[in-house]
């Protein structure tokens, strides 16, 4: 099982650094191809394909491009079965702060986040 936390620890890590960074091939590794992001805007459920994601992560300055510091830590991993893991964590895309909940998988020896679903604020 400590094999299997450090891989989601390393998973996250990229994650983090990936959006720190702008990195979207960073990111991809990490999603599930099949994988969405899910927020709540107006009262409405926005599902957002992980290609569409992407692809605005590539198009959008990065905050390490921006000279910004980082604003990331893991708040909790709760490891429900082998291959299932649950992950609430901060970040930001400053002026925009995040809480995410990432759903891992482990498909294929591999552990992937098959949701995200996360909250925005405009302050840390």
């Not at 960074?21 to 960073?26: L, Q, T």
């Not at 991993?77 to 809480?99: E, H, N, Q």
């Amino acid at each position: 099982m400590s094999q299997d936390l450090n891989a989601i620890e390393a998973a996250v890590k990229d994650y983090l650094d990936g959006l720190y960074e702008g990195d979207a091939d960073k990111l991809a590794g990490v999603f599930h191809p099949t994988s969405a992001l899910t927020f709540e805007a107006a009262g409405e459920l926005k599902p957002l394909p992980r290609d569409e994601w992407l692809a605005g992560v590539r198009t959008r300055p990065s905050p390490k491009s921006q000279g910004l510091a980082r604003h990331d830590h893991i708040l909790q991993i709760d490891m429900s079965g082998p291959t299932t893991a649950f992950v609430k964590l901060k970040c930001a895309v400053p002026p925009r702060y995040f809480t995410d909940y990432l759903c891992f998988l482990k498909v294929g020896g591999k552990w992937q986040v098959a949701q995200k679903v996360f909250a925005t604020a405009s302050a840390p």
